[in-house]
């Protein structure tokens, strides 16, 4: 595998879609720190769904001008900003044609499941989004720089939870005596999962009809907030969800622990996904671009670090808020999705370890500072959106306003 030298780095230019949200964020500050031209994508359509349901990260977030500013005057390094849908194909298009960028790391989708189903206009809202978005960068890749190569992120949600091993994008099967590698069957469980392999089946026709590189990094669960980069400044600051419709699992339970609120575990707990630290997205990422795929093929990287149930989660931070003090306590709410409860998981995740990766596995340590970090933040807590609103069966045609 090729290292990610900053002299290697030094001429390649990455364009960042969804450079404004939590995982976008961080990497475009990382591939900054590391030599790359980076430049931003982002319509910060996120930070509206923020104004539209009520809800706010812990953490308090720049405007992404001021961020970049900062980040100019602490480092001496410009990010290039675009501000724009990716499902507008003409703004895409000036976007490309001005940057020409040699890889594109696509974040910019709507990432929530619960909110794919709070209603019938939001699920419309997230395939669109999703689909068309990744659509119009295949067509930019292929009009104007066949070349370059398109990090796509995907997710673990892509396979659901099969009673066999997960595999890395592609099972071997032999069936009625002849054999052939395939896809690895999809069985993802809401329509923003779903969404997500919509766009793999497109990218992986495009990479076979034209010739398009891509990797789709099925990642997992992402937890933490620090990273080298958003710690060099209070403005640099990453955004935290803690809430029903953005939080995911281990954030919310460490806010949930520091404010007192008891941990919310959904049905029997036993819900196992793989799950990594924001510092790995980013060195995944990384190496991700360092070692493109070549014309044609379409990669599949399984981007986790270590695989954990609800109720293990529940239980490490429970031990972890004994050490500092807190009281913490578990229910069981029932579950608002639909999913196993009980199940099978052993899920490959070989081929980043392979490119170099070294992940940073859920330590003591590590739960102390998110816990330490999210009672720092804790006045900025509202309990009013901690418990889930959004109901899997319950979803109908009737727009819905999600608040308390
Ligand atoms: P996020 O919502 O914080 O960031 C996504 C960014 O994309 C936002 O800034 C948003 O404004 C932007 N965006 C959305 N639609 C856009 C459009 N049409 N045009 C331009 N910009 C658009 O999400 P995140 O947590 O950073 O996730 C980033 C990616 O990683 C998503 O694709 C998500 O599915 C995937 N992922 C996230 C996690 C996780 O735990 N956070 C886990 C696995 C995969
Ligand atoms: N869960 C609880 N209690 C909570 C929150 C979640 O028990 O308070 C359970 C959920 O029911 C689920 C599991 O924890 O079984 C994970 O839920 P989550 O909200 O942390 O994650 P998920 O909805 O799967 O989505 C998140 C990101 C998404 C990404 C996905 C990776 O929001 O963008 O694609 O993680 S994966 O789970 O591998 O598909």
Redesign the pocket.
Same mark, same amino acid.
């Given at each position: 595998p090729q290292s990610s030298s900053e002299s290697s780095a030094k001429s390649k230019k990455v364009m960042i879609i969804g450079g404004d949200g939590y995982c976008g964020w961080a990497t475009a500050l990382h591939l900054s720190n590391k030599g790359y031209e980076v430049a931003i994508v982002d319509n910060l359509v996120r930070r509206l769904f923020d104004h539209q349901l009520g809800i706010d990260s812990l953490t308090p977030i720049s405007s992404i001008q001021n961020r970049v500013r900062r980040w100019k005057s602490v480092t001496g390094k410009s990010i290039q900003l675009f501000i724009g849908d990716i499902c507008d194909f003409e703004f895409l298009s000036e976007a490309f044609k001005s940057f020409e960028p040699d890889s594109v790391v696509h974040f910019g989708e709507q &990432? =929530?499941?619960?909110y794919s189903m709070i209603d019938r206009s939001r699920a419309v809202y997230t395939q669109h989004n999703n689909v068309i978005g990744t659509l119009n960068v295949l067509f930019a890749i292929k009009e104007f720089s066949q070349e370059c190569h398109l990090v796509k992120l995907g #997710?673990? /949600?892509?396979y659901g939870t099969p009673n066999i091993d997960i595999e890395e994008g592609y099972i071997t099967i032999t069936h009625n005596g002849r054999t052939d590698t395939l896809p690895y069957p999809k069985q993802a469980s =809401?329509f +923003?999962?779903l969404s997500?392999v919509h766009d793999s089946h497109n990218i992986a026709f495009t990479c076979k009809a034209w010739g398009i590189r891509a990797t789709d990094l099925n990642? !997992? $669960? $992402?937890y933490g907030v620090r990273t080298d980069e958003t710690d060099m400044h209070e403005e640099l600051c990453n955004r935290f969800d803690y809430d !029903?419709v %953005? /939080? #995911?699992?281990l954030n &919310? %339970?460490c806010v949930q622990a520091a404010v007192g609120h008891p941990l #919310?575990? +959904? !049905?029997k /707990?036993g819900?196992t &996904? !793989?799950y990594l630290d924001i510092r790995d997205t980013v060195q995944c990422v990384e190496l991700a671009v360092a070692n493109p795929a070549k014309p044609g093929e379409f990669r599949v990287f399984n981007q %986790?670090t270590e695989q954990f149930s $609800?109720n293990d989660l529940a239980r490490l931070v429970t031990t972890a808020g004994k050490k500092l003090g807190l009281d913490v306590q578990t229910i069981s $709410?029932p579950?608002p999705?639909v999913?196993a409860e009980e199940h099978y998981y052993n899920a490959k995740h070989t081929k980043l370890i392979e490119l170099g990766l070294r992940p940073h596995l859920l330590s003591e340590s590590l739960l102390d500072s998110l816990l330490n970090f999210a009672i720092k933040f804790k006045d900025q807590v509202d309990p009013a959106q901690i418990m889930?609103t959004v109901s899997w069966k319950k979803i109908g045609v009737k727009t819905r306003t999600v608040s308390v």
């Open positions: &990432r =929530s499941a619960p #997710t673990m /949600g892509e =809401s +923003y999962h997500k990642q !997992g $669960v $992402v !029903g %953005f /939080g #995911t699992a &919310r %339970f #919310t575990v +959904y !049905g /707990g819900q &996904r !793989g %986790f $609800v $709410v579950n999705r999913e889930p």
